[in-house]
């Protein structure tokens, strides 16, 4: 199921419970100074900005907090190339499939994905650690 918000062009990309499965961000969509693209309650936030010249963000850090996390999410965003993402739910069911190019940001929340590179491409992936790949993938 494919939502995108009123106030902003996002896609949101849900399972059949309304569960959160990812959501893309799409370089020309960023258009508001300053967006979360996650509710508040998500184990792993994602924001997007799109601030002026001269703009600051106000000296901070993050205090140490412990928080319980129960699902690994990943961020990919390309730099270069093309590449599909296709995306499961939490039962491993095929729910959607997603083109990336350059300078696009896909956040993986829940389910499964699997990723197939169109053209040679250059991307990072941020995900939460520790990461133990023995336990922290399963493949299918």
Request: charged share 30%.
């Amino acid at each position: 199921m494919l939502q995108s918000d009123v106030e902003w062009v996002i896609m949101k990309i849900y399972c059949e419970n309304n569960i959160l499965l990812a959501a893309v961000i799409k370089l020309e969509d960023i258009n508001k100074e300053k967006n979360f693209v996650t509710d508040n309650e998500e184990e792993f936030q994602v924001a997007s900005f799109n601030l002026k010249k001269d703009t600051k963000i106000e000296r901070h850090h993050h205090p140490h907090q412990n928080r319980e996390i129960k699902n690994t999410s990943e961020v990919l965003t390309v730099l270069g190339g093309r590449i599909k993402v296709n995306i499961y739910d939490e039962n491993l069911k095929f729910v959607h499939e997603e083109t990336l190019v350059t300078g696009e940001t896909i956040a993986l929340f829940r389910g499964g994905h699997e990723i197939e590179i169109l053209e040679d491409s250059k991307f990072i992936e941020s995900k939460q650690g520790p990461y133990i790949e023995d336990i922290d993938k399963i493949r299918f």
